[in-house]
């Protein structure tokens, strides 16, 4: 079910649609994919609907529709980033939020960087995916510029090859769903006029002034942000980690769901570190009996082709095995893992 919609007003009297299931648990704020944002329009997309409700089962979860697009006000002329900080100022402040995390995806990334810069005592952690700290990293490559391109020349055309190029061709009736939100959720002028911001946004100043812990997620096949931009970010923000995801697609969830919302709740309730705390000395955390055997032959110092071969598994499926296991000991790499194990007497 939908979240009951509420109302915000931001400090430039612009009205923000935003929904807030109310559950107990930390708070998370999901900013939104402008300028394709509407609320009530996601939660009709199954992939984005059990994504929700599976990260409701343990947070507050909070989305809003930015201006110019979804259910909030339509008639602007200014999408800066500025401005859309406010619209988030707005939501934190009509839901009485005192601490919260922050999502970022792709668009909004500048948004939740420049935020929790901002705001250090109200940011919790921040999660990124598809992730700059500047928006022409993003808007730069040639097929996104010629997919912009379409915009004023062919509406249709632009929303179901933006949407499918999110999800993936192979997405069936969640893609349908999509490039529909997409279509009725702004119109091309406000399209135009966000991309053209994002393409201008830039917060690297901000970055080393980000003191939350932040979770940057990256596909092992990532087609809109190269890796290697994606890492320098991680390793340039103070409490910064790499969260590899076990898909490749350009959009969260439309893969490997339960491996991504299980990367995204472990850190943001921060089970990863709470089984030493609560007395598990080997840190293990919920380690399966495979995922152990491939810890200890990556601490030996064996290639993933390695370990396959002396399990008996396919290289896709140890990576597998890996990511998971990273996540659960809340590590970035190999040699974090490595050093972890031999650390705590796992090998």
């Not at 109302?7 to 394709?36: E, K, M, N, Q, S």
């Not at 992730?131 to 249709?156: C, F, H, K, Y």
């Not at 179901?160 to 279509?183: I, K, P, T, V």
């Not at 290697?228 to 350009?250: H, V």
Request: charged residues 20%; hydrophobic residues 45%; aromatic residues 6%.
């Amino acid at each position: 079910m939908v979240p009951q919609l509420r109302y915000a007003r931001t400090t430039d009297d612009v009205t923000i649609a935003y929904t807030d299931d109310g559950h107990r648990g930390p708070a998370l704020i999901w900013l939104p994919p402008a300028p394709f944002s509407d609320v009530v329009a996601q939660y009709g997309i199954p992939v984005l609907r059990d994504a929700y409700a599976r990260l409701s089962s343990q947070l507050r979860l909070i989305l809003f529709d930015g201006r110019g697009s979804g259910h909030s006000q339509r008639d602007v002329a200014d999408l800066s980033l500025e401005t859309e900080l406010r619209d988030l100022d707005a939501v934190v402040r009509e839901a009485r939020l005192t601490r919260f995390a922050l999502f970022g995806y792709y668009h909004s990334v500048p948004n939740a960087i420049a935020y929790a810069a901002r705001h250090p005592s109200l940011v919790s952690h921040l999660v990124l995916f598809g992730a700059t700290a500047r928006g022409p990293d993003v808007m730069s490559a040639p097929e996104t510029q010629a997919l912009l391109g379409l915009i004023e020349r062919n509406w249709d055309l632009f929303v179901e090859s933006a949407a499918h190029a999110w999800m993936g061709w192979g997405a069936g009736e969640n893609g349908r769903l999509m490039a529909e939100m997409f279509r009725a959720a702004t119109t091309p002028a406000i399209a135009r006029a966000a991309m053209d911001a994002t393409a201008a946004a830039d917060v690297t100043a901000e970055v080393p002034m980000v003191i939350a812990p932040t979770l940057v997620l990256q596909s092992r096949s990532e087609r809109q942000v190269p890796a290697a931009l994606t890492q320098a970010l991680a390793r340039s923000l103070p409490d910064g980690r790499i969260g590899l995801l076990a898909g490749s697609a350009a959009s969260l969830f439309a893969e490997e769901a339960d491996a991504d919302i299980g990367l995204i709740l472990d850190f943001l309730t921060d089970q990863a570190g709470s089984a030493e705390r609560r007395g598990d000395p080997s840190g293990q955390s919920g380690l399966t009996d495979r995922e152990l055997e491939v810890l200890r032959l990556i601490a030996a110092g064996e290639t993933n082709a390695g370990i396959a071969h002396q399990l008996g598994l396919s290289v896709h499926t140890v990576e597998r095995h890996a990511v998971n296991l990273y996540r659960k000991i809340g590590v970035r790499g190999r040699a974090e893992a490595a050093a972890l194990a031999v650390r705590r007497g796992l090998v």
